[in-house]
């Protein structure tokens, strides 16, 4: 058995994702959704344990909690603070986080390594986090993160210092997101420009953060996370502006749980046929 926990679950595609790739690749799997609390996130994760269950997705609010839970923690998982994903073996759990891994396997599968590149990515929150640490990980030469002077401008200043000290070679700051002329510098310097704010998601979806199209020079990679819409006013912008890759959230979605999946079951996930039944 595998299954995700946190609340609210009720919406969430996961079962029907994964119950689909179990099937398809022969495993008699199961994948479950169980509401839980924040406070009952402990009692959860032992009662997993003692029902023999082999695996655990974490979603909103018990990302926090599972990573203080855990035997074990990926590089990742700890310098984002925050696990999503919980591999239970021999009685342990090792703890990952794949959302950052979701996002760089996207870019890759549209053509472009992070590797050596200047990335700005708005945003500090959950997201934000997991995409900028994964970047710095896979060798980003550049980090340079936007995010109003607001709640999570602190978590973004955390995530600097976490970055200098378990990845000395990416040159990692933060601005805040208003002083405008110095977000338009950095992405004019940039290689790959990240939308990880809420901005573009519903009812924010008649917004972008790029309000000055001519930023967008033809050689950027602009990716949203946001997948609700699957294509932002930032990526419609930026397409037409003439970038050529420009990419909404629905593949470092999909990306995220086929880590996931690998780290499950050490098979692949038929992705082909998951984003045909589920994310087109
Ligand atoms: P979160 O932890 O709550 O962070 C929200 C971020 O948005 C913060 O940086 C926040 O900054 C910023 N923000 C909110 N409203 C803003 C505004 N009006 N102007 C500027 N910044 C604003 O949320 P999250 O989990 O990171 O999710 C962010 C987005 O990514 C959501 O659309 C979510 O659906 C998406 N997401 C996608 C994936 C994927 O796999 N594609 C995975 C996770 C999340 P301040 O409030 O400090 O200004």
Redesign the pocket.
């Known amino acids: 058995m595998f299954c995700l926990i946190g609340t609210p679950v009720g919406h969430s595609g996961s079962p029907a994702m994964y119950n689909y790739s179990f099937a398809q690749t022969g495993l008699d799997y199961a994948y479950l959704a169980y509401d839980v609390p924040l406070e009952k996130t402990e009692e959860a994760v032992n009662a997993l344990k003692v029902l023999g269950c082999k695996g655990f997705n974490v979603t ?1 609010p018990c990302k926090t909690r599972v990573a203080e839970l855990v035997d074990e923690l990926s590089d990742a998982a700890k310098l984002i603070g925050a696990c999503n994903t919980v591999v239970v073996k021999d009685g342990k759990l090792y703890g990952n986080n794949t ?1 950052g891994m ?2 760089v396997r996207n870019l890759k599968e549209n053509g472009v390594d992070v590797k050596g590149k200047k990335i700005t990515v ?7 986090t ?1 995409i900028q640490v994964q970047c710095a990980l896979d060798g980003a030469k550049k980090l340079s993160i936007f ?2 002077k ?4 602190a978590n973004g200043e955390k995530t600097v210092k976490k970055i200098q000290q378990m990845v000395p070679d990416c040159e990692v700051s933060i601005h805040p ?1 208003e002083e405008t002329d110095a977000l338009y510098a950095a992405i004019k310097d940039s290689d790959i420009l990240v939308n ?6 519903k009812p ?1 979806d008649d ?1 972008s ?1 790029v309000e000055d199209v001519s930023v967008f020079h033809p050689d950027l990679v602009v990716a949203d ?4 819409p699957k294509e932002t006013k930032f990526v419609q912008s930026a397409k037409a502006a003439g970038c050529k890759v420009a990419v909404g ?2 593949g ?2 999909m990306w ?1 749980g086929a880590a996931a999946f690998n780290l499950f079951t050490g098979k692949d996930m038929p992705t082909k046929e998951v984003y045909e039944l589920f994310f087109k």
């Open positions: 909103m959302d979701g996002f708005m945003g500090a929150g959950g997201a934000a997991a995010n109003r607001d709640k999570f401008y997101l990880a704010t809420k901005v573009g998601m924010l917004q953060l996370a946001v997948y609700n959230g629905t470092m979605l995220q």
